[in-house]
């Protein structure tokens, strides 16, 4: 994959068919895999299966979205268990190219316009493991405050505690320009 800047497009978009196959690809990478909480090492076929089944019919208070970086999909966000006021803020970036690179920032705050704008949501929150160092990072990048313990979660093959973060509409709104 040839470097990016930051500057580069990135747009968040429904997911369609053919972008299993982005998903077939980063379930390749074990390390991806371990991070994202994936199984590593499954076939491609059981990979793709899974992403059609996203992509053709996903749950109604669960919405996962591509991050389509310079024309190329890299990752997805999720707003899980999404009622009226509320969603559980996902993100993966599948090329680890892109890891560290504000990529994920500026995936989260697209995201983050998404849910407090078109979806008009109140609170949005997150749960993070503990040792995921980058991703509490990125929560408080994107304005989250951490709001308590949870746990013990899988992450990395280990049990570990986690983290909740929150982040409401009004605190997203003095942030935002």
Same mark, same amino acid.
């Given at each position: 994959?040839? %470097? /990016?800047?930051?500057?580069?497009? =990135? ?8 972008? &299993?196959?982005? $998903? *077939? ?24 299966? /899974?992403?059609?089944? @996203? @992509?053709?019919? +996903? ?8 991050? &389509?970086?310079?024309?190329?999909? #890299?990752?997805? *966000? ?9 969603? &559980?803020?996902? @993100? ?9 690179? +504000? #990529? +994920?920032?500026?995936? !989260?705050?697209?995201?983050?316009? /998404?849910?407090? !704008?078109?979806? +008009?949501?109140?609170? #949005? ?10 991703? /509490? ?5 994107? !304005? ?7 746990? %013990? ?9 986690? =983290?909740?973060? $929150? ?7 003095? =942030?935002?320009?």
């Amino acid at each position: 994959m040839p %470097p /990016h800047t930051a500057q580069e497009p =990135l747009t968040l978009r429904p997911l369609r068919p053919g972008d &299993e196959e982005a $998903a *077939v690809r980063w379930g390749a990478d074990a390390e991806f895999c371990r991070a994202a909480g994936w199984t590593p090492g499954l076939a491609g076929r059981v990979v793709r299966r /899974h992403w059609q089944g @996203i @992509i053709t019919g +996903g749950a109604p208070n669960f919405r996962r979205l591509g991050v &389509e970086y310079g024309g190329r999909l #890299v990752g997805y *966000v999720d707003l899980a268990d999404l009622s009226a006021l509320s969603g &559980e803020f996902g @993100i993966a970036l599948g090329e680890r190219a892109l890891w560290g690179r +504000g #990529v +994920g920032t500026r995936a !989260g705050g697209l995201l983050l316009a /998404h849910a407090f !704008g078109d979806l +008009g949501l109140q609170t #949005v929150t997150a749960e993070v493991h503990q040792p995921n160092l980058p991703s /509490h990072a990125l929560m408080r990048r994107l !304005g989250f405050r951490e709001t308590g313990t949870g746990g %013990p979660d899988g992450y990395r093959g280990e049990q570990v505690p986690t =983290l909740w973060y $929150a982040l409401e509409r009004a605190d997203w709104a003095a =942030l935002s320009p």
